[in-house]
């Protein structure tokens, strides 16, 4: 028999009840992202109004730890400014979740760069510089390094 991860109540949650699921049809950015060894792919739709993210929404094929981290980030930025939506982290994700197993850690770095790569798309269409959204290289970070 497979060994059960220790998820938390919230990773839990959001697997089972996850917020913002599906497409804004006239989404402001969109970004995409997906982890080659693990095979989750997370699409992200974000609807800005002004410097707020208005709306958010995101389509995940993926375990229940990339379900979770997309549901919960969306929470986070929706709401928020721009500037405040980057400061999100991996991190962040993970912590508000109160925790991943080290093994799943992957899935709240692609939870960040679906967010980064969303407000990049955004910006390319408003003819903004968007080389400071694009997602940071955590490749490395999930292994405890």
């Known amino acids: 028999m497979a060994e059960q991860l220790p998820y938390s109540d919230k990773v839990m949650d959001h697997f089972l009840h996850p917020r913002n699921v599906g497409e804004i049809a006239d989404a402001s950015g969109v970004g995409t992202v997906g982890n080659?060894?693990?095979?989750?792919?997370?699409k992200m739709y974000i609807k800005v109004e002004g410097e707020v993210?208005?709306?958010?929404?995101?389509?995940?094929f993926g375990c229940g730890a990339a379900i979770a981290t997309s549901s919960m980030v969306t929470e986070m930025v929706k709401g928020k400014t721009i500037d405040e939506a980057l400061k999100i982290t991996n991190k962040a994700v993970a912590d508000a979740l109160d925790g991943l197993p080290p093994v799943k850690l992957h899935c709240s770095v692609l939870a960040e760069q679906a967010l980064r790569s969303a407000l990049a798309d955004y910006y390319k269409k408003i003819g903004k510089d968007a080389s400071h959204f694009e997602p940071k290289d955590h490749s490395h970070e999930h292994h405890g390094q």
């Open 36 to 42: 080659p060894v693990c095979g989750d792919i997370m």
């Open 53 to 60: 993210i208005a709306d958010v929404k995101f389509k995940t």
